[in-house]
């Protein structure tokens, strides 16, 4: 079977809504290579190493791949797609001088290609993240996470996903039930699961994520703990209420201890009350996916809405928020 393949250039800082655009109008697919270059700040603290190839993508910059069925009528995507990358502007997202191009490619040029890319990872002091295909032996106290991202998001080479983990690891006691908003390939979720919370909910608007999530979960073994639904955080809060609370298939009851969001500050902004409204006087809300330009704007929105933020964690240009809801009294 023959793709196109839209290659666009832009910056590092657009490429999650860029590629959250590609998704949405039917990417089969979607890559990222961002710069190659050794003078990238890397973390190596966890004994992290990268095997991606050097490559002459200037530093800053990255280079999205989507890719589309034969038959995709191209020149129109492009021009549809176009205004609405234009329009990251008006939120401060630097696109830089986009470009776009495309070639047809077969198959199996894509699909698997990137597998070569992804290695066995130690994201955290005792977590690593471990690609199904390859072999690996775990030392003592480490915990694996299987995973097969497929088409969705999350291999936790991300600088958004690793904070996450790391944040989660310093957070998670044992025993939680947490909300996994956005879950992409489920890494959140089952990385929870693996530092001891008792269940989660993972909710994804993509059905891709939702498929890839559930695969993922049955991998870990950990179809009893975490389940994967098709929804939105208010979706879930607004519809389900009832069935949360006594639908035995579900695996949490809100108010819950911890919930996680690893997406876009814009995103993050919407729903700052309803988390709040969903956690436990002295739950913890764990904002990730924030560039370093909406640093600002999400700390004010979690203070408006009654968080106390309590540690903010750096990776390169991306922040992590952790919040806590105040006790009552």
């Known amino acids: 079977m023959k793709w196109h393949e839209l290659t666009i250039a832009t910056t590092e800082e657009a490429t999650e809504m860029i590629s959250n655009f590609l998704h949405e109008m039917g990417a089969g697919g979607v890559s990222i290579e961002e710069s190659g270059t050794l003078n990238k700040p890397r973390d190596t603290s966890l004994g992290q190493w990268y095997e991606l190839p050097l490559n002459d993508i200037p530093e800053g910059q990255a280079v999205i791949k989507?890719?589309?069925a034969e038959g995709t009528d191209?020149?129109?995507?492009?021009e549809a797609l176009k205004p609405r990358v234009d329009e990251l502007k008006q939120f401060d997202i630097d696109t830089g001088e986009v470009t776009y191009s495309?070639?047809?490619v077969d198959d199996e040029d894509w699909a698997t290609a990137w597998k070569q890319y992804f290695k066995p990872i130690?994201?955290?002091?005792?977590?690593t993240i471990k690609p199904t295909w390859e072999e690996y032996e775990a030392s003592e106290g480490e915990r694996i996470i299987e995973l097969d991202p497929g088409m969705a998001f999350g291999t936790g080479t991300h600088p958004t996903t690793a904070l996450c983990?790391?944040?989660l690891e310093s957070v998670v006691k044992g025993g939680e039930e947490m909300i996994d908003v956005g879950t992409g390939s489920g890494i959140l979720a089952i990385g929870a699961c693996r530092l001891g919370a008792k269940s989660v909910l993972a909710l994804d608007l993509d059905p891709v994520a939702v498929s890839s999530a559930t695969e993922n979960v049955s991998l870990n073994g950990l179809s009893d703990q975490v389940e994967v639904k098709l929804s939105d955080l208010l979706g879930v809060l607004r519809e389900n209420q009832n069935e949360m609370n006594h639908d035995e298939q579900l695996r949490v009851t809100v108010p819950v201890d911890l919930v996680v969001a690893n997406i876009l500050a814009e995103i993050i902004l919407l729903f700052i009350d309803d988390v709040y409204a969903a956690l436990k006087p002295g739950g913890i809300y764990i904002?990730?996916?924030v560039?370093?330009?909406k640093e600002t704007d999400v700390e004010h929105g979690l203070i408006t809405s009654g968080f106390q933020i309590i540690e903010k964690r750096r990776d390169e240009d991306w922040i992590a928020f952790v919040a806590k809801k105040p006790q009552e009294g």
């Open 66 to 68: 989507g890719y589309f």
């Open 102 to 104: 495309a070639v047809e």
């Open 291 to 293: 560039y370093k330009n």
């Open 287 to 289: 904002a990730s996916g």
């Open 74 to 78: 191209l020149e129109a995507l492009i």
């Open 165 to 167: 983990l790391q944040t």
């Open 122 to 127: 130690r994201v955290s002091d005792t977590l």
